[in-house]
């Protein structure tokens, strides 16, 4: 009798264990389908233009001063690409450059020099942009005063840049190019739209000294077949100041996003 108890009870035990291990799994998806009801799926929470976009850097064949053993100089390797001009049209290539070093007597600093072999307007690292010609825009003002406009075409769109800010004072300057105006702007703004778009704000300046925002370069750098800008937008007569905008970084709703700034300082 009493092995038939002890057989009994055995086989009860191992039933109940069976059972448990079976339900554990049905809990525990269910408590998992119950957390993930909760949340947003993965692509809501993300936005894939942020996740992608590339941390591009620029440079320009200047002149920078070192802080310590740190210059912005050591950053360029022969992996860099350099968007250059040669006999009117652009292209990008490897970068093909020298570094020499100097010295500041404003600073009392250290200096390195990048110069580069080629007619360049920026030198851009940490990117997968195809080397080759690039498709561009003529342009046919460099600077947009306030309420003027800039149209142009690229593709089958046309594209306007307008600006906005307040008019301090207007004077005739000469420069290289003759004599042309100059206007004291403060809270500057420059928006671009294309066709009948909203318009984006993509550049905001509160004031500048001696300087204002020159438009450098449009064209196809990232080859996306739509046109990419280089502003140069030195705050200070003392300063070298480029802005890249890329058009395939832009976010959901945007013509051009800022892919990459150098600031450049050589007061004394």
């Not at 970068?95 to 080629?118: L, Q, V």
Request: hydrophobic share 30%.
């Amino acid at each position: 009798m009493k092995k038939t108890i002890l057989i009994f009870l055995s086989f009860a035990v191992i039933t109940s264990c069976k059972d448990k291990a079976q339900d554990a799994p049905k809990k525990s998806l269910q408590h998992q389908k119950e957390v993930q009801s909760d949340n947003k799926p993965a692509d809501q929470e993300l936005n894939p233009t942020e996740e992608t976009t590339e941390h591009v850097k620029i440079l320009l064949p200047k002149e920078y001063r070192g802080l310590g053993k740190e210059n912005e100089v050591n950053e360029l390797t022969n992996n860099w690409l350099d968007l250059y001009q040669k006999n009117g049209k652009y292209y990008v290539g490897k970068a093909d450059y020298a570094i020499t070093r100097g010295y500041s007597e404003c600073s009392g600093d250290s200096t390195r020099i990048i110069n580069s072999k080629n007619n360049t307007i920026v030198l851009i690292g940490n990117s997968r942009l195809t080397m080759g010609e690039v498709k561009t825009v003529k342009i046919e003002k460099n600077k947009i005063w306030p309420k003027e406009k800039l149209k142009f075409h690229f593709g089958n769109e046309e594209y306007t840049l307008r600006a906005e800010g307040k008019v301090l004072s207007s004077e005739k300057v000469h420069t290289d190019e003759g004599e042309e105006l100059y206007q004291n702007v403060k809270d500057y703004k420059l928006y671009l739209s294309a066709n009948d778009a909203p318009e984006n704000l993509f550049l905001e300046e509160e004031s500048f000294n001696d300087t204002f925002v020159e438009l450098l370069f449009i064209g196809d750098i990232d080859r996306d077949g739509k046109p990419d800008f280089i502003f140069g937008a030195n705050r200070d007569y003392e300063e070298d100041r480029v802005i890249l905008y890329l058009s395939s970084q832009a976010k959901k709703g945007k013509l051009i996003k800022k892919a990459a700034e150098i600031a450049i300082q050589f007061d004394c």
